[in-house]
């Protein structure tokens, strides 16, 4: 069904968004991207008659109410955003929440408490979706970084809307630009990846060799890749169980003649601290009391080079500890060449919480050709996995 064809006159419309937003200690949202990108999609609803019900979950609380994850601290940011008041549920599913969704008037929005307050949520469970769908006519799931799961309001839900289930505008747009990298035959492709584990990115860099001409290796994770190939790293970030992973990575690489670019030197200092002095370092000769937190000045111009020339980016996770700013360097000389190719005809695909929070601190997020808002969503189904959230929407 096409959103933008739907008739919402009168109608309720459920929409799974992706609200599970950064926040500080005060409850304050610190990264709003989520929550602005989702708005197209609400107003559009509100403009064409409709009614919203805001459908999300917020962290990874236990199974059961807790304050500390509730949905309730993003009020003040969603009301200001969309300049509107809005009225919250304490529950998703009791008996009050079916009331005040059941009267809503056409142009109001109501924001159900966090999913996953209930185990249902993420067992996906029939029961539980089956409730969920009674606070609307019309279901539209807008949340691509939840799109990977199985989840009761992400994809079971949908079959309780069989003729009445839809796309939103921000998953619409994911799944644009997420085909343009899968299905152009531009290259040189280069991906990039960082942040801290390769544990957590291990399918998707194995999957990237096959595709991939450059990858790109920066971050905690260059190290282990480092120390594989015994370098001395002192105490950077390192995960011993994958140092043989490292090697097999390292050598399919070369059999597919792919070009593996590693940091040749880091910024190092004693401390895990924004004012411990730093200095630069081959990365493999770092002394026992030192830990790389950047990648050095050499590192920089290597991967400016290799990400100017690309035709194809795709970019997941920061250089080094960017949210110091004594080590946001790395992650900020390659946002800038990733821009620099943008500009000269490149498509630039960033995704993954950390390199969206850095783009958007660099202010760099509307000079690259898409920054998607689910991570791990994005990186499966570059995999070419079928997303369930996906899959639950086109099916029948
Ligand atoms: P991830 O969630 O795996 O993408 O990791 C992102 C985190 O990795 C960020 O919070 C960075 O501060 C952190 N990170 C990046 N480089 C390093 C490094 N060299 N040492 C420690 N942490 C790092």
């Known amino acids: 069904m096409d959103f933008k064809s739907y008739n919402?006159?009168?109608?309720?419309?459920?929409?799974?968004?992706?609200?599970?937003?950064?926040?500080?200690?005060?409850?304050?949202?610190?990264?709003?991207?989520?929550?602005?990108?989702?708005?197209?999609?609400i107003n559009w609803i509100i403009k064409a008659g409709g009614s919203v019900v805001l459908l999300s979950h917020l962290g990874r609380p236990n199974d059961e109410p807790d304050s500390s994850y509730s949905l309730r601290q993003i009020i003040p940011c969603l009301e200001n955003s969309l300049n509107k008041n809005i009225t919250f549920c304490n529950d998703c599913i009791d008996e009050n929440s079916l009331i005040i969704t059941k009267n809503l008037k056409p142009g109001c929005i109501v924001l159900l408490e966090n999913l996953r307050f209930y185990k249902e949520?993420?067992?996906?469970?029939?029961?539980?979706?089956?409730t969920l769908s009674k606070h609307g006519d019309v279901y539209v799931n807008d949340a691509f970084g939840t799109a990977h799961r199985e989840h009761a309001s992400t994809s079971i839900i949908a079959n309780f809307?069989?003729?009445?289930?839809?796309f939103g505008f921000l998953i619409q747009n994911e799944i644009k630009s997420v085909e343009t990298v899968l299905n152009s035959s531009?290259?040189?492709?280069?991906?990039?990846?960082?942040g801290a584990k390769v544990s957590s990115k291990?399918?998707?860099?194995?999957?990237?060799?096959?595709?991939?001409d450059h990858l790109i290796i920066g971050g905690g994770m260059a190290y282990t890749f480092i120390k594989a190939q015994k370098g001395s790293i002192g105490k950077s970030l390192v995960e011993?169980?994958?140092?043989?992973?490292?090697?097999?990575?390292?050598?399919?690489?070369?059999?597919?003649?792919?070009?593996?670019?590693l940091p040749s030197d880091a910024l190092c200092c004693k401390e895990f601290d924004n004012n411990s002095v730093s200095t630069t370092r081959s990365i493999y000769e770092i002394p026992n009391d030192e830990m790389g937190l950047d990648i050095g000045e050499d590192s920089i111009k290597n991967f400016e080079e290799v990400i100017k020339k690309s035709s194809l980016i795709l970019w997941n996770g920061p250089m080094g500890v960017f949210e110091m700013s004594n080590f946001q360097k790395g992650t900020q000389s390659v946002a800038n060449a990733i821009v620099s190719a943008t500009e000269n005809n490149a498509f630039s695909l960033i995704g993954g919480g950390d390199s969206v929070a850095a783009i958007n601190l660099f202010k760099l997020a509307d000079k690259v050709s898409h920054v998607s808002t689910g991570g791990g969503a994005m990186l499966e189904y570059l995999e070419g996995k079928e997303l369930p959230g996906i899959k639950s929407i086109r099916s029948l």
Not at 203 to 211: D, F, M, Q, S, Y
Not at 244 to 260: G, H, M, P, S
């Open 202 to 212: 291990i399918t998707i860099i194995l999957k990237l060799i096959e595709k991939v």
């Open 240 to 261: 011993e169980d994958y140092l043989d992973l490292a090697i097999e990575i390292l050598d399919k690489a070369k059999k597919r003649n792919v070009q593996i670019h």
């Open 161 to 166: 809307f069989p003729n009445d289930k839809m």
């Open 121 to 130: 949520e993420k067992l996906g469970d029939e029961d539980f979706a089956k």
């Open 8 to 41: 919402f006159q009168n109608k309720r419309a459920l929409v799974r968004v992706d609200f599970n937003v950064p926040l500080d200690e005060n409850g304050r949202v610190t990264d709003d991207t989520r929550i602005k990108m989702a708005l197209p999609t």
């Open 186 to 194: 531009k290259y040189p492709l280069t991906a990039i990846v960082g």
